[in-house]
Each structure stands twice: as C-alpha cells, then as structure tokens.
C-alpha cells in the first residue's frame, strides 16, 4: 500500500498519536526543568545561559527516541552537562578577546534580573565566584559529583576522562572551594578599590589593573566572559574613552560604575571583590537590560 491508499482515518490516528507523544514528553521534561536549570545556573553562573542550555537538551530530546531512555532525569541531566561544558570551554577559548569586543555584538534578548536575584541567593555568591575560577572539567565535576550526587563514572563519560580522573578533578575543586574566602562586603573599601580602577582605567595603566584583580577575575557581559588579569586588565585599558564618561554608583545595591553617554546611561558594571580585589565584573551593555537596571550614583570619595 502506497501513502495515496492510505486510509484518512489511520493518518488521523498516527498524527493524533505524534501529537499526545510529543505532549506526554514535553510533560515529563517539563517536570525536570527545575532540576535542569539548577545545574545549568551552578555550571554557567547565568540564568539567560541556563535557559539556553535547557532548551537546547529539549531540542536534543525531541530528537531521539525517548522510548529507549531508562532513566530521563540521568540523561537529561548527562545532556546539560555536556551543553554547559561546550559553553564553559568556549568561553575559555575567547578569553583573551577585549571587552571592547564583546560589548559591541548585536542587541540579546532581556533577562530577568529578579529570577537571577533569586537564583544567586539560591546558590550564594561565594559559591558562584569560587566555581569562576575553575577550569571547565573541574567546574562540571565539582557541580555535577558534589552538588547533584552525579557518579564519577557518569562524570568521567560527560569530560571523556576515566573515572579516577573525574574523581580528581572534583578533588581539585573541592579544595579550592573549601579554601575560598567569602566576598568582601565592605562598602567603604570596595568604593576605594573601585576608584583607584577607575582611575588606573582612565590612565591606561595597565599594570595598576592587575594589581586591583583577583589572579582569575572574571568579567562577563551579556554574550561572552573575560578571564585572568591580564586578560581583564588588557580590556579594561582599552575601555580608557568610556573611564571618563563613568561614575561611582550602586547597581542593584552592588558596589559599580554607570558610564553615561550624552546624558543617557549607556552601561553598568558591577562588582564582587575577595581579598581586597575585583574578583567578578558584570557587565550589561543591552539597552533593555541597561534600562532595568536599579542605579544609585554615589560620591567619587577618596581613593
């Protein structure tokens, strides 16, 4: 029988059973979408990159033949780890890339600074700024092993390691994030610390910009991250033009700069500082983001 002698009434059949198929599985994805995104915000530090990871291990598993998955959970969670890895390491591979760079790349969709608000509280800023400083492989099996109780065997199939090595790994975070001091939370010292960069900014010097930056300081706009000091110095010394245009602010009650062009607040930069230096510089460029943002402008003060 050819598709012409096919009867309308079995098309209609098949096509109703597709459609409650594919339903029935966008509910059971739908009831690991929690966990998915836990995971995905511990390995990427974004909420915008989380969702991207998660709809991205949908899309995977609208392709395959779901009905040959023992265990969805472990394979969507295997699925977002390898998603978030290939991030984690594509990152890395632009790290030595100016922040001028990214700060010009087309307009990105929003994100909801009170579901990242709530999603960093869930994880701790201490937690997250630590876990910056680790490789990609380190990061997925400290987040993967130790926070979501994933074995080093399915650890290790995730890095392409042996299990021994995924265990290591994991180790080698493990003692980092043990040994790893709390952000700094004092206002007055930050607002000196963030002069004294604004200044140096402005002055092209580059080597005063490493000595106010955490050896793995992390800056991250909306479409891509800066690692290292001397990466983050090198990109902060060519931002020169935009350090006389920017002012001492709070940025949802962080310790920031906000740069105003013609009058018209252009973009934020707010920081978190371990041991007296810059450890994390979050950059939004975004107009629509931008205009979401909570700035209080404050007093220069001394330096």
Not at 249 to 276: K, P, Q, W
Request: proline content about 3%.
């Amino acid at each position: 029988m050819d598709a012409s002698e096919f009867p309308a009434g079995a098309a209609r059949n098949a096509e109703a059973g597709n459609a409650d198929g594919n339903e029935f599985l966008a509910r059971r994805f739908e009831s690991h979408r929690s966990h998915l995104r836990a995971v995905a915000y511990r390995m990427l530090g974004s909420a915008a990159e989380a969702d991207d990871a998660v709809q991205e291990a949908w899309f995977r598993l609208s392709r395959t033949d779901a009905g040959r998955v023992d265990n969805l959970g472990g394979w969507l969670t295997t699925v977002v780890g390898r998603v978030c890895l290939d991030m984690l390491r594509s990152r890395k591979s632009r790290a030595e890339e100016p922040l001028e760079t990214h700060a010009r790349v087309a307009e990105v969709s929003a994100a909801d600074p009170e579901r990242d608000a709530l999603l960093a509280d869930s994880v701790g800023v201490a937690l997250l700024v630590v876990l910056e400083t680790l490789t990609p492989a380190e990061r997925l099996a400290f987040v993967l092993h130790d926070l979501f109780a994933v074995s080093y065997e399915e650890v290790a199939d995730i890095v392409g390691r042996s299990p021994v090595a995924a265990r290591q790994l994991a180790s080698r975070a493990r003692r980092r994030v043990q040994g790893a001091q709390a952000p700094d939370t004092d206002r007055v010292r930050q607002r000196r610390v963030v002069n004294a960069f604004l200044a140096a900014a402005r002055e092209g010097n580059f080597e005063a910009l490493v000595e106010l930056l955490d050896p793995d300081v992390v800056a991250r706009t909306e479409v891509g991250v800066t690692t290292g000091a001397v990466a983050v110095a090198r990109g902060a010394s060519s931002f020169r033009h935009f350090g006389y245009l920017a002012r001492p602010a709070l940025i949802g009650g962080r310790t920031g700069l906000a740069v105003y062009v013609e009058g018209e607040l252009d973009r934020t930069l707010a920081f978190t500082f371990v041991r007296d230096r810059i450890a994390v510089i979050e950059i939004v460029t975004d107009h629509a983001r931008v205009a979401e943002q909570d700035v209080e402008l404050v007093e220069e003060g001394p330096r």
